[in-house]
C-alpha cells in the first residue's frame, strides 16, 4: 500500500519543486568546485566527477519538469491525465546520463594512449571529494524520501542516481588518495574510467526502467494488486474476480477487471456493487485513479488470456506484493 495517503496534488508539486530546487543548487556548487579543481590540477577523474554532478543539474530540471506537467488535470486531448510525463521524462534524462558516460570513457581512454600527464595539488583534490561524498549521500537520502512521498518514478530515479554518485565520489576520493601517496598518474584515468561505468549503468538502469512503465509492464505492481483484493474482501457476493490489470501511469494507476454476480440481480443492484467495489478500492489505495469492472454472470465460461485472478495475484505477489506504489 502506497505510503501518505493525504498528500494533495498540490502538496505533492510543492515537495517535487522544493527538492528539484535544492538538489539544483547542491549540484550546481558542486559541479562548479570539481570542473574547476580539474581544469586547475589536471586531474581526468575528479573532472569527470563533475560532469556526472553537472547531468545531475540538468536531471533535477527535468524532474521539476516532470512532476509539473503530471499535475495537471486530464483534458480532452489527454483524457487520462498527463502523469506519464514522468517515464518520459525518464527516458530522456537516461540519454542524458548514458551520453556523459560516453564523454567520460572517451577522455579518459584518450588520456591513457598519450603522454604521461602531471597531476597536480592532489590534497586539494581530496577534500573536494570528500565534500562530494557527504553531500551527495545528503542529497540522495532527502531526494529518495521525496520520491516516495509523492510515488514519482523520476524522483525515486533522480534519487537512485545520487546513491551512485556516493560510490562514484567514495571511490575517486580512494584512487586520488591513492596517487597523492604513489604519484602514479595514469591511476588518475583508470579512475576516470571507472566512473564512466557507473555512469552507463546508472543511465541504462534508468532507460529500462522507464520503458517498462511506458509498455504498462505490471510485474512490479504487487502491492496494488493485493489492494485491489484487499477491497474486494467484504463483497461476498460477488465471485471470480479475474482478468485483472493494473497500468501504471506517472505516480498513479489505472484497473481493469471481471467479476462474476448474480444474474439476476438488477442492473441498478448490479451497479451499487460495482460502485461499491471502486470506492473501497480506492480508499485502499488513492492512487488508484479509475476503476473499470466488467460484469459477467457467475460460472461464466469464457477464454480469457490475460490478466491475473486471486491465485494468480497470491503467487506471482505474496501477501505483501512486490513493491508496487512504493
Known sequence: MTDNKSITIKQRESMARKGSLIGIAGNAVLGF??????????????????IDTVTDIFTSFLTLIATKLSSK???????????K???????ILSLIVIYAGYEVLSSAISRL????????????????????????????RYKLAIGKKINSSSFVADALNMRNDVFTSISVL????????????????????????FIFKVGISLFM?????????SKELGDVYNDILKGMESFHQVKNPHRIRVRKSGYIYFVE?????????????????????????????????DVIIHIEPI??????????????????FGKKGNNGGK
Do not use: C
Open 33 to 50: 568546485l570539481k570542473l574547476s579543481i580539474g581544469f586547475f590540477t589536471g586531474s581526468l577523474a575528479i573532472t569527470a566527477d563533475g
Open 73 to 83: 488535470p486530464a483534458d480532452e486531448s489527454h483524457p487520462y491525465g498527463h502523469e
Open 85 to 91: 510525463i514522468e517515464p518520459i521524462i525518464t527516458k
Open 113 to 140: 594512449g598519450g603522454k604521461q600527464s602531471e597531476i597536480k595539488d592532489v590534497s586539494l583534490i581530496l577534500i573536494v571529494s570528500a565534500i562530494s561524498v557527504f553531500t551527495k549521500f545528503f542529497l540522495y
Open 174 to 197: 580512494a584512487g586520488v588518495f591513492l596517487i597523492f601517496i604513489t604519484g602514479i598518474w595514469w591511476i588518475d584515468a583508470l579512475l576516470a574510467i571507472f566512473v564512466s561505468v
Open 209 to 217: 526502467e522507464s520503458s517498462n512503465e511506458l509498455m504498462d509492464g
Open 257 to 289: 477487471m471481471h467479476i462474476e454476480i448474480d444474474p439476476q440481480m438488477t442492473v441498478h443492484q448490479a451497479h451499487m456493487i460495482v460502485k461499491n467495489i471502486e470506492n473501497e478500492i480506492k480508499k485502499e489505495n488513492p492512487y488508484i485513479r
Open 299 to 316: 460460472d461464466n465460461e469464457e477464454k480469457e488470456d490475460f490478466g491475473f485472478n486471486v491465485r494468480s495475484i497470491k503467487k506471482t
